[in-house]
């Protein structure tokens, strides 16, 4: 098969980018390893800044979105002693969406199923083949094991952490920049309305603990564990009894209801990036590049905001041989990256617990400061909800 983009992976990154590229009328082909109900049903995050917002909106993507997101306009952060709310829309006048990346990947199929798109769904053995020149291609086992080819101009590597893009990238070019963290999340889906009006994010000298929701009936919520955590000890009572008292049940007028449990996973936390996210005719975009903590809700905002970078590069490159945008690419993508890198990095940091008491009492201090000083709470705000997509 030939086509003009060749795109591995058709999670939220790859789906918008083949959207915005038809949009300009250039074609691609997508390969995913998964079939299209995993990859429709995944349980993933859940909250979309405005920039992502207004890029979904600007694209057509945007009526459910509007008619069924709920509109968040800051966070809680608690801990025993105190908390203090966060009201982004207040400090920034930008605000954040609560709509499961189930719903934008929902949206993005039935997009790509109206144009006719075509995705080949479970392949295999994914590879990447002659980046340095005008002519790469990829190579792949279809779900029957036949062989299969793609040539393209360009090479767009959205295949997720995992995926077989980032190391496409020759090890002499490449720089990975990575840190692990020694604890994990528990995360649950419940039926039941949720117990907060906004995310809540709760500082506990236990663990964290935190409160989001799906809808007006469906929780989503998790918990701080050790790495390894062997979700067999983790018996729904248990779960809802530590996020209770994790959470503050019955604190400052908040009560923790309780309810069928309908997902349990156990997510483990790192930070990853790798520069640059172009090599030749391949370009890197969303978790292929860089993985985050989720503590901060941006990986998805990431995804989106690189996508909305490389469709126009793609463009000009393929349309105008304009190679300007598909040169700056990475390093105006990186910019970006590294900021939310930091900003969760930092949210991880401040509300993870461990052994540490000093780490403890540094905790609490920032947690303090946020709740007394208005510039404090304006820095956390702009790099939740008020991020513009270049910076
Ligand atoms: N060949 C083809 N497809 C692959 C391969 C492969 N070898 N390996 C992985 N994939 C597919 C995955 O099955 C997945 O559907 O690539 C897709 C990558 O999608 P995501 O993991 O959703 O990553 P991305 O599109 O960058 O979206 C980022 O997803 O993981 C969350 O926190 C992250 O919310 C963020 C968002
Ligand atoms: C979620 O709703 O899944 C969620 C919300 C905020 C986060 C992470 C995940 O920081």
């Known amino acids: 098969m030939r086509t003009e983009v060749v795109i591995i992976g058709a999670g939220p990154a790859g789906l918008l980018l083949s959207h915005l590229l038809a949009a300009d009328g250039v074609d691609s082909i997508l390969l995913e390893s998964r079939s299209r109900a995993h990859v429709g049903a995944r349980i993933r995050a859940g909250v979309l800044e405005q920039s992502s917002v207004d890029v979904l909106t600007a694209a057509g993507l945007g009526d459910r979105l509007k008619a069924e997101g709920g509109e968040h306009r800051g966070i809680y952060l608690t801990w025993p002693d105190d908390e203090v709310f966060i009201d982004f829309e207040e400090l920034t006048g930008r605000s954040t969406v609560v709509y499961g990346q189930a ?7 039935a997009a790509a199923q109206r144009r006719g798109q075509q995705i080949v769904y479970e392949v295999s ?9 005008d002519s790469p291609y990829v190579t792949y086992l279809d779900a029957d094991g036949a062989p299969g080819r793609v040539e393209a101009a360009v090479v767009a590597g959205c295949d997720g952490s995992f995926g077989p893009s980032r190391s496409a990238v020759p090890e002499a070019v490449r720089t990975r920049f990575e840190r692990v963290y020694p604890h994990s999340w528990l995360g649950v889906l419940a039926q039941v309305a949720p117990s907060t009006d906004h ?3 709760a500082w506990h000298s236990d663990g964290f603990a935190m409160h989001s929701m799906r809808s007006s009936s469906v929780s989503r919520l998790y918990l701080q564990v050790p790495n390894g955590t062997d979700l067999a000890d983790w018996s729904d009572d248990r779960i809802w009894e530590t996020l209770s008292h994790r959470l503050g049940s019955g604190r400052r007028g908040f009560h923790l209801t309780s309810g069928p449990i309908t997902e349990k996973s156990v997510l483990p936390m790192r930070s990853l990036v790798q520069t640059p996210m172009r090599h030749g005719q391949l370009f890197l975009a969303g978790d292929a590049a860089h993985i985050l903590p989720p503590t901060g809700a941006k990986g998805l905002n990431l995804a989106i905001a690189d996508v909305a970078l490389l469709a126009p590069a793609l463009v000009s490159l393929l349309r105008k041989d304009d190679h300007v945008l598909a040169e700056s690419y990475s390093d105006l993508a990186l910019r970006r990256v590294w900021r939310a890198t930091h900003f969760a990095w930092w949210m991880t940091d401040m509300l993870h617990t461990g052994s540490d008491p000093f780490a403890a009492q540094l905790q609490l201090s920032q947690l303090r400061w ?6 404090a709470r304006t820095g956390l705000a702009e790099n939740f909800a ?3 997509l270049h910076i």
């Open 125 to 133: 053995d994914t590879r990447v083949h002659d980046v340095d020149s």
């Open 103 to 109: 719903e934008v990947q929902k949206d993005l199929d």
């Open 386 to 388: 008020g991020l513009s």
């Open 199 to 201: 995310v809540r994010y």
């Open 370 to 375: 946020l709740a007394s000083s208005h510039a």
